[in-house]
């Protein structure tokens, strides 16, 4: 049975910050409920579709899914249980913000079948913190860290960002130093994009608030893999480093592109080969539910992928991971070697230094992992 992985959008949050431009925002309860029932029926219409598979990994995204009620979070895993193959090692994650939980939606969680948690910490800065709009401090991190540990919770992300307005790599390193001490079993770490139409951009457009220079962003790049190796911590994909045994399974399983359905508004779905999106209007999407229509009406952008497609997103996704990709690998799934498909972009970026070919595997060197963005784009065909 092939594996699949489920996403699960919650798209609601306390307040926005600054820098996100993600479908998400503030409601009130009756919305919420209402969502809540959406989301358990577009699931259950899906369940033929879901059976076919063995789902490995359940991804609860937003948003801040923790602020929903924990009884809210076990139903909607109990409608998924009911409609689908779980594996019983599946890795269970869910998004969570500090101060959004307590002990007792905590334990919730656990018993619900949830076993590793994202906590969106972003800077050990209280000051940082406040430069990107978040509304909780690293005490409140701290608290919510301890209390997860203390529920039985083993499996630990903690979400920190560079380049911040007013950060210096002397206090981007002291965020490393605090969260690698605490010994969370993976950490993803991110430089900031400033994304259009954000009350970000608009304070950086401005001269409200300055942003790190290129070199001092740069510096904080090397720093991440310095002091997090030193920590015990390996790179196993671009941004994200883990313990060993500790590296997140759903996030590989996109970079191997594993299939995985999106249920929610805006969650993104790639089954055999075929990627779609689902509507990204809250309202029209809980009308459409409550109505119990068909379930594909509230699908777009359906697009069948090429094999040339699949090629790309094989290579430019695959070629993310430290690891890199399988020769052997690719011809399985195409019929064809790399060689007679990318050998002289393979040839040319190993010659300049940025791909190491080794036996079976292609994968990045540190001077194409500096620049990944231009080394990955000569994979589209």
Same mark, same amino acid.
């Given at each position: 049975?092939n594996?699949?992985e *489920?996403?699960i959008?919650?798209?609601?949050c306390?307040k926005?910050c600054?820098?996100?431009?993600?479908?998400?925002?503030p409601?009130? +309860?009756e919305?919420v409920?209402?969502?809540?029932?959406?989301?358990k029926?577009?699931?259950e219409?899906a369940?033929? !579709?879901i059976?076919?598979?063995? =789902?490995?990994?359940?991804?609860?995204?937003g948003?801040?899914?923790?602020?929903?009620?924990g009884?809210?979070?076990t139903?909607v895993?109990e409608?998924?249980?009911? $409609?689908a193959?779980?594996?019983?090692d599946?890795?269970i994650?869910?998004?969570?913000?500090?101060?959004?939980?307590d002990?007792?939606?905590? &334990?919730?969680?656990?018993?619900? %079948?949830i076993?590793r948690?994202?906590? /969106?910490?972003?800077?050990?800065n +209280?000051?940082?913190?406040k430069s990107? %709009?978040?509304i909780?401090?690293y +005490?409140e991190?701290?608290?919510?860290?301890n209390?997860a540990?203390?529920c039985?919770?083993?499996?630990i @992300?903690?979400d920190?960002?560079?380049?911040l307005?007013?950060?210096?790599?002397?206090t981007y390193?002291?965020?490393?130093?605090? =969260?690698?001490?605490? @010994?969370?079993?993976? *950490?993803?770490?991110?430089?900031?994009?400033?994304?259009?139409?954000?009350?970000l951009?608009?304070?950086?457009?401005n001269?409200?608030?300055?942003?790190?220079?290129?070199?001092?962003?740069? #510096?904080?790049?090397?720093a991440?893999k310095d002091?997090?190796?030193k920590?015990?911590y390996?790179?196993y994909?671009?941004?994200?480093?883990a313990?060993?045994g500790f #590296?997140?399974?759903?996030?590989?399983g996109?970079? &191997?592109?594993?299939d995985?359905? %999106?249920f929610?508004?805006g969650?993104?779905?790639?089954?055999?080969?075929?990627r779609?999106?689902?509507?990204?209007?809250l @309202?029209?999407?809980?009308?459409v539910?409550? !109505?119990?229509s068909?379930?594909?009406?509230?699908?777009?952008n359906?697009?069948?992928?090429?094999?040339q497609?699949?090629m790309?997103?094989f290579m430019?996704?695959g070629?993310?991971?430290?690891d890199?990709?399988?020769?052997?690998d690719?011809?399985?799934?195409? /019929?064809?070697?790399i060689d007679?498909?990318?050998?002289?972009? =393979?040839?040319?970026?190993e010659?300049?230094?940025?791909?190491? $070919?080794?036996k079976?595997?292609?994968?990045?060197?540190? &001077? /194409? *992992?500096?620049i990944?963005?231009?080394?990955?784009a000569k994979?589209?065909?």
């Amino acid at each position: 049975m092939n594996k699949l992985e *489920i996403y699960i959008h919650i798209p609601f949050c306390a307040k926005k910050c600054d820098y996100c431009d993600f479908l998400s925002a503030p409601c009130d +309860d009756e919305t919420v409920n209402r969502y809540v029932e959406a989301l358990k029926y577009e699931i259950e219409c899906a369940r033929d !579709e879901i059976k076919e598979y063995l =789902v490995d990994t359940i991804f609860i995204g937003g948003g801040t899914p923790s602020i929903l009620e924990g009884k809210q979070i076990t139903s909607v895993l109990e409608t998924l249980k009911n $409609c689908a193959n779980i594996s019983d090692d599946a890795e269970i994650t869910i998004e969570c913000n500090p101060g959004t939980v307590d002990e007792s939606k905590l &334990k919730t969680l656990f018993a619900a %079948g949830i076993n590793r948690i994202s906590l /969106g910490l972003q800077s050990a800065n +209280d000051d940082e913190l406040k430069s990107i %709009g978040r509304i909780h401090t690293y +005490d409140e991190f701290l608290e919510s860290y301890n209390i997860a540990r203390e529920c039985g919770f083993n499996n630990i @992300n903690v979400d920190l960002m560079s380049a911040l307005p007013g950060q210096t790599k002397e206090t981007y390193v002291e965020s490393l130093k605090k =969260v690698a001490a605490l @010994n969370p079993e993976h *950490i993803s770490a991110y430089s900031l994009i400033v994304e259009d139409e954000t009350p970000l951009e608009a304070r950086v457009s401005n001269g409200e608030v300055d942003l790190p220079d290129e070199d001092t962003e740069r #510096e904080m790049y090397y720093a991440t893999k310095d002091v997090l190796e030193k920590s015990g911590y390996h790179r196993y994909e671009i941004s994200n480093y883990a313990k060993e045994g500790f #590296e997140c399974r759903h996030n590989i399983g996109y970079w &191997k592109r594993v299939d995985y359905m %999106g249920f929610g508004i805006g969650a993104a779905s790639l089954v055999k080969n075929e990627r779609y999106n689902n509507i990204s209007e809250l @309202n029209k999407y809980i009308a459409v539910m409550d !109505e119990f229509s068909d379930v594909s009406s509230i699908r777009e952008n359906v697009q069948k992928l090429s094999i040339q497609e699949q090629m790309e997103e094989f290579m430019f996704l695959g070629l993310r991971m430290i690891d890199g990709i399988s020769k052997t690998d690719f011809e399985n799934c195409f /019929g064809k070697s790399i060689d007679e498909v990318y050998g002289d972009v =393979v040839r040319k970026e190993e010659q300049t230094g940025n791909l190491i $070919c080794e036996k079976d595997r292609i994968r990045l060197s540190d &001077k /194409g *992992i500096d620049i990944s963005n231009i080394v990955l784009a000569k994979f589209l065909l």
